[in-house]
């Protein structure tokens, strides 16, 4: 029979490892949200400048 502290020490290994992947994948979804909602801000100033832009064009013609 296996030896009591043997199944103890690796279900505490595997809880352990579960515990980071699921820490990483969950600083992985933050930041990934963080990068989306800058990606978007950054899309909505540059189309208020190209419409700037339009606009200086076609008043200067």
């Given at each position: 029979?296996?030896?009591?502290?043997?199944?103890?020490?690796?279900?505490?290994?595997w809880k352990r490892t579960t515990i980071e992947c699921r820490y990483e994948i969950r600083e992985f979804k933050k930041?990934?949200?963080?990068?989306?909602?800058?990606?978007?801000?950054?899309?909505?100033?540059?189309?208020?400048?190209?419409?700037?832009?339009?606009?200086?064009?076609?008043?200067?013609?």
């Amino acid at each position: 029979m296996v030896q009591l502290s043997k199944i103890l020490h690796s279900r505490d290994n595997w809880k352990r490892t579960t515990i980071e992947c699921r820490y990483e994948i969950r600083e992985f979804k933050k930041t990934k949200q963080r990068h989306l909602k800058k990606i978007a801000e950054l899309k909505q100033e540059n189309h208020e400048l190209r419409q700037q832009a339009l606009e200086v064009k076609k008043t200067r013609l």
